[in-house]
């Protein structure tokens, strides 16, 4: 199974600053790497696909990066609604396979 | 607009059994390929199964195989998971959700969530 780790665990971050967040798989995924975000009592939503793709709707100032083993997703300004958990997945058609990291926190520093 | 419902979750004990359903709207429910994902209390992610669009190929996590079945009817847009033999592990909140088309692990749209306890 790959496993995904994501870092830091928890980040503080001043509104307006800008945050990077790390992930990073036990073998290459290629560049099959999605980032979501998750608030409090909701389901996650997609913000990245493809590595470095926005999903649909979401703001410029979320970027992906990486391919192989090494993922960031940077969130350029925060604004006080990005403050949430963020996960990042592997995702592979063949042979199936689809992991989680364990979750990043953004909070408000 | 997309639109998938849960429905089912409650409180059982070990050993016990729950169906999950999940209800799909806005889309071609038979073109997509869909699966369980869940989610323990304060914890991370895990998917649980997915089912191909037209119910071919099928997908368990290690954790629940051999307990848990997934199912889908196209004709009724509903997605379906019975769970048997559950265990305290097995509590968390269960997504529904669906996955874009040529990637198949891909998750576009979640439901709302369905919590499942399992206490004695």
């Known amino acids: 199974e790959i496993v995904m780790t994501q870092s830091p665990a928890t980040l503080s971050v001043s509104p307006g600053e800008r945050a990077t967040l790390s992930c990073r798989a036990s073998q290459s995924v290629s560049s099959n790497l999605a980032w979501y975000q998750q608030k409090p009592g909701q389901a996650p939503r997609l913000l990245i696909y493809g590595a470095s793709t926005r999903a649909t709707g979401i703001p410029a100032r979320f970027s992906g990066s990486g391919s192989g083993t090494e993922f960031t997703l940077t969130i350029s300004s925060l604004q006080s609604e990005d403050f949430a958990v963020y996960y990042c997945q592997q995702y592979n058609n063949w042979p199936p396979s689809a992991t989680f990291g364990q979750g990043t926190k953004l909070e408000i520093k | 607009q997309v639109q998938l419902v849960e429905s089912g979750g409650g409180l059982v004990k070990p050993g016990g059994s729950l169906r999950l359903s999940c209800a799909a709207s806005?889309?071609?429910?038979?073109?997509?390929?869909m699966s369980w994902i869940r989610q323990a209390p304060g914890k991370g992610l895990e998917w649980v199964s997915y089912i191909s669009s037209s119910g071919s190929t099928i997908y368990y996590a290690d954790s629940v195989k051999g307990r848990f079945t997934i199912s889908r009817d196209n004709a009724k847009n509903s997605l379906y998971l019975q769970m048997n033999s559950l265990r305290a592990e097995d509590t968390a909140v269960y997504y529904c959700?669906?996955?874009?088309?040529?990637?198949?692990?891909?998750?576009?749209?979640w439901g709302q969530g369905t919590l499942v306890t399992v206490s004695s």
């Open positions: 806005g889309f071609t429910f038979s073109d997509y390929y």
């Open positions: 959700a669906r996955s874009v088309v040529g990637a198949n692990l891909l998750v576009q749209y």
